[in-house]
């Protein structure tokens, strides 16, 4: 079984080629210049198929991962924030018709990149396990007993969007307090009051990875934004070991680069807060292995698994 794994995100396109084995024969990359409207980023998606499918040959399945809610059963992207007028899109179906109508299978980028690290990453063996990307914004998924969790409306699990009280005691999303988005707005909201010395008074357009590169470099403003995105993140993986008792969550995206400066909070907020430590397994937080491939690995494998069930 040959596969063509494709993996839609707001800011990149990539594609690979897989044989029967899950080897990676190709691949190839560009930005998905999603200002310029579905249609025109319809096309480059199939276009950048193509570029990695060899000649005279056709795949035997086709898995695609993309941002935003989704109907799985259909392969329809019913909006999302990373895509600009994207609505009851029918990728699957659009793209099946460009390969020769071969099987195509769509899901949240969310859901894929949780089947990769438990089948080839960090999760192998954590049961249940969960998955979380935090980039961006902060997606992820739920693996229990060896399969992808998706719950009663298939679009299940989105740990970004837990809900918290924030500082001013606003209600706010997660992935609103600890994403690299967050980053940048928490340390805005600082400078208008910090007193003392910091590199990014200055700086006109601030973003997460500016912020992190400060934090690294010691600036104190910078430290205190990502504690308190930590904290946040802490509070998040205590309400995942009371309601789902994961043996591991495995950790991705830019903002994980901060290592303990984000996490080092994070680990004091769920010793703190955990109910037990009994609910805190060995080695429980894990740094995805599997880089800026994980969801074409992991769209490959959710092909695999979708047409095996077919046949």
Not at 56 to 61: K, V, W
Not at 215 to 239: E, F, I, K, W
Not at 276 to 299: E, H, K, S, T, Y
Request: hydrophobic share 45%.
């Amino acid at each position: 079984m040959s596969l063509l794994a494709i993996d839609l995100g707001g800011t990149r396109l990539r594609a690979a080629w897989y044989d029967e084995s899950r080897r990676q024969l190709a691949r190839a990359e560009t930005k998905t210049r999603a200002d310029e409207g579905p249609d025109a980023v319809i096309e480059r998606v199939i276009a950048t198929g193509h570029q990695v499918v060899p000649a005279g040959e056709a795949p035997s399945a086709i898995g695609m991962s993309t941002p935003g809610p989704m109907d799985a059963r259909r392969g329809v992207i019913l909006h999302s924030f990373a895509l600009p007028g994207w609505q009851d899109v029918p990728l699957a179906s659009i793209v099946s018709q460009a390969f020769g109508g071969a099987p195509t299978f769509a899901e949240n980028d969310g859901n894929v990149g949780p089947l990769a690290e438990y089948h080839l990453g960090a999760g192998r063996g954590a049961n249940p396990m969960i998955y979380m990307t935090i980039s961006t914004g902060i997606g992820g998924g739920v693996i229990i007993d060896g399969k992808l969790f998706t719950g009663w409306s298939g679009h299940a699990a989105e740990p970004g969007h837990m809900q918290f009280n924030d500082d001013q005691g606003q209600v706010r999303r997660l992935e609103e307090l600890a994403s690299g988005t967050a980053l940048a707005r928490l340390a805005m909201e600082k400078l208008a009051t910090w007193p003392g010395e910091t590199s990014l008074r200055d700086v006109q357009d601030i973003d997460g990875a500016m912020v992190g590169r400060a934090a690294q470099a010691g600036d104190a403003l910078a430290l205190s934004v990502v504690q308190t995105a930590g904290r946040y993140l802490g509070l998040a993986l205590v309400n995942l070991l009371h309601l789902f008792s994961p043996q591991a969550v495995v950790v991705g995206g830019s903002v994980t680069q901060l290592g303990d400066l984000i996490f080092g909070p994070a680990r004091a907020v769920i010793t703190e807060r955990v109910l037990d430590p009994a609910f805190v397994p060995p080695n429980f937080i894990r740094q995805a292995q599997l880089g800026d491939d994980v969801c074409l690995i992991g769209a490959a494998l959710y092909a695999q698994q979708r047409r095996d069930a077919i046949d």
